[in-house]
């Protein structure tokens, strides 16, 4: 178009902008803003707020900010843009500044703004601010509106305070599919799984139809609460839906009855979606099989998801070193914890190393595994230590013990665990030396309890 001489206008540069943003490719973005500037368009609202929306898409706030400023007039849209900008990019505290600054310009925020701004509220110290925006809502009189119910649940669900998300999704009059899934993923995300179930059977009773997200959310309650009558009634509903080959629910589903301790089911389930299957299958199918004491089970399922060139991920390690404690596979599972990195790529973190502290212990090589924890790159945590003091008692390690039990007194004073687990081994120890004693003064003694 240019090349032919064809003069663009504002539609023009909107519609290039739009792409540029939707690519996020901020060099082919500041091409166009410098033609723009060209033919001084660049103070018009319209196309003023595609230039800073562009902007803020590729991650540069600053000049989205001085064209936001730079404006000659603002109107609503302008505000609600910029209010999404700073969404986007996680930038609370400058979302709540602006829409401070928005009420204090004589724009009065509609619909959208609201959920925009409440959408930035993302934890229990949001709190105070996502009740004062729901003040303004009520001030306004746009509360009962369709879709502003959906926000504030959101806000009340993220700030920790899902009672009060149920009392706003009761007062709603009309409860839409989106307002019960909101309703149900808070109760998920906050393990209120018994309450996350009975609500889904609220909604039945409502003749409200699932989707693929109720669904999805529903079994992993049942999940939560091993409660596999539950799910597999959750399972017909997603058949009777047609949502089986849907991934999340598929993933759900064979973790459900993972967790449940049902193989059989999971396996089927893995193996009738053959072309359906992503890390997060294989991994449910890995972590149900260490989880339920079958090393060997996801051992093999593991060699199976490699040969299909899955990339294993983090979850995946976790599981293996879990399967190989269980079956004392100590020498595998430390040649599993060499390749993470060396060939996959995985940097390990607390996780994998209490992972493997746990292996060694398991098997009585508790010197060993004290070794590891004091060469490993970052600092250990309080809970790496306890594994470790968990098999020194197991095996009445009372040197190690001593050791150890000092590094968790002094990361957490205030934790009973380390002397109660210490005077177990100490316990332990002196029944041992005892008993060895009286064995040795008397060996008849020795005998009888040795049958």
């Given at each position: 178009?240019?090349?032919?001489d064809?003069?663009?206008n504002?539609?023009?540069?909107?519609?290039?902008?739009?792409?540029?943003?939707?690519l996020?490719s901020?060099?082919?973005?500041?091409?166009?803003?410098?033609?723009?500037?060209?033919?001084c368009?660049?103070?018009?609202?319209?196309?003023?707020?595609a230039?800073?929306?562009?902007?803020?898409?590729?991650?540069?706030?600053?000049?989205?900010?001085?064209?936001?400023?730079?404006?000659?007039?603002?109107?609503l849209?302008?505000?609600?843009a910029?209010?999404?900008?700073?969404?986007?990019n996680?930038?609370?505290?400058?979302?709540?500044?602006?829409?401070?600054?928005?009420?204090g310009?004589?724009v009065?925020?509609?619909?959208?703004t609201?959920?925009?701004?409440l959408?930035?509220?993302?934890?229990?110290?949001?709190?105070?601010?996502?009740h004062?925006?729901h003040?303004?809502?009520?001030?306004?009189?746009?509360?009962?509106?369709?879709?502003?119910g959906?926000?504030l649940?959101?806000?009340?669900?993220?700030?920790?305070?899902?009672?009060?998300?149920?009392?706003?999704?009761e007062r709603?009059?009309c409860?839409?599919?989106?307002?019960?899934?909101?309703?149900?993923?808070?109760?998920?995300q906050?393990?209120?799984?018994?309450?996350?179930?009975q609500?889904?059977?609220?909604?039945?009773?409502?003749?409200?139809?699932p989707?693929e997200?109720?669904?999805?959310?529903v079994?992993?309650?049942c999940?939560?609460?091993?409660n596999?009558?539950?799910?597999?009634?959750?399972?017909?509903?997603?058949?009777?839906?047609?949502?089986?080959t849907?991934?999340?629910?598929?993933?759900?589903?064979?973790?459900?009855?993972?967790?449940?301790g049902?193989?059989?089911?999971?396996?089927?389930?893995?193996?009738?979606?053959?072309?359906?299957?992503?890390?997060?299958?294989?991994n449910?199918?890995?972590?149900?099989?260490a989880?339920?004491?079958?090393?060997?089970?996801?051992?093999?399922?593991?060699?199976?998801?490699?040969k299909?060139?899955?990339?294993a991920?983090?979850?995946?390690?976790?599981?293996?070193?879990?399967?190989?404690a269980?079956?004392?596979?100590?020498?595998?599972g430390?040649?599993y914890?060499?390749?993470m990195?060396?060939?996959?790529?995985?940097?390990?973190?607390?996780?994998h190393?209490a992972?493997?502290?746990d292996?060694l212990?398991?098997?009585?090589?508790?010197s060993?595994?004290?070794?590891?924890?004091?060469?490993i790159?970052?600092?250990?945590?309080?809970?790496m230590?306890k594994?470790?003091?968990?098999?020194c008692?197991?095996?009445?390690?009372?040197?190690?013990?001593?050791?150890?039990?000092?590094?968790?007194?002094?990361l957490?004073?205030?934790?009973?665990?380390?002397?109660?687990?210490?005077?177990?081994i100490?316990?332990?120890?002196?029944?041992?030396?005892?008993i060895?004693?009286?064995?040795?003064?008397?060996?008849?003694?020795?005998?009888?309890?040795?049958?």
């Amino acid at each position: 178009m240019v090349s032919m001489d064809v003069k663009p206008n504002d539609v023009t540069f909107i519609n290039a902008l739009g792409a540029s943003a939707a690519l996020a490719s901020l060099p082919h973005g500041m091409d166009i803003h410098s033609k723009v500037i060209c033919y001084c368009l660049e103070s018009q609202v319209l196309l003023g707020t595609a230039l800073f929306t562009m902007y803020g898409k590729c991650g540069s706030i600053r000049n989205a900010r001085r064209i936001f400023d730079n404006l000659l007039f603002r109107d609503l849209v302008t505000w609600n843009a910029m209010l999404s900008v700073y969404v986007l990019n996680a930038l609370v505290k400058d979302a709540f500044a602006l829409y401070e600054q928005m009420s204090g310009s004589n724009v009065i925020p509609d619909k959208f703004t609201y959920n925009t701004v409440l959408s930035a509220c993302c934890g229990e110290s949001d709190l105070e601010q996502g009740h004062q925006i729901h003040t303004d809502i009520i001030f306004y009189g746009i509360e009962i509106q369709a879709g502003i119910g959906t926000g504030l649940i959101g806000m009340y669900n993220k700030c920790g305070r899902v009672e009060a998300a149920r009392k706003e999704f009761e007062r709603q009059h009309c409860k839409d599919l989106a307002l019960w899934n909101i309703m149900l993923a808070g109760y998920v995300q906050s393990n209120m799984a018994t309450k996350a179930i009975q609500l889904y059977l609220e909604m039945v009773d409502s003749k409200i139809h699932p989707n693929e997200f109720t669904l999805t959310a529903v079994v992993c309650a049942c999940s939560t609460l091993a409660n596999l009558a539950q799910g597999k009634e959750v399972h017909i509903a997603v058949v009777d839906g047609g949502y089986e080959t849907d991934n999340g629910v598929q993933n759900a589903l064979v973790h459900m009855y993972s967790k449940c301790g049902n193989m059989i089911d999971a396996w089927n389930l893995f193996e009738k979606h053959y072309n359906h299957r992503d890390i997060i299958s294989w991994n449910a199918m890995i972590t149900g099989y260490a989880q339920h004491g079958y090393g060997k089970e996801a051992l093999e399922v593991y060699h199976k998801m490699l040969k299909q060139e899955i990339k294993a991920n983090d979850i995946t390690f976790a599981s293996i070193f879990s399967a190989c404690a269980h079956v004392g596979l100590v020498d595998d599972g430390l040649e599993y914890f060499e390749s993470m990195n060396r060939v996959h790529g995985i940097v390990p973190c607390f996780e994998h190393y209490a992972g493997i502290i746990d292996l060694l212990g398991k098997v009585g090589r508790v010197s060993e595994a004290k070794e590891f924890v004091n060469r490993i790159p970052i600092q250990p945590d309080v809970v790496m230590w306890k594994v470790l003091l968990g098999s020194c008692k197991v095996h009445n390690d009372v040197k190690p013990g001593n050791y150890v039990a000092d590094r968790i007194v002094e990361l957490d004073p205030e934790s009973t665990l380390a002397y109660v687990l210490l005077s177990n081994i100490y316990a332990s120890y002196e029944d041992v030396e005892r008993i060895e004693l009286d064995c040795l003064t008397e060996p008849s003694l020795c005998l009888q309890m040795k049958l």
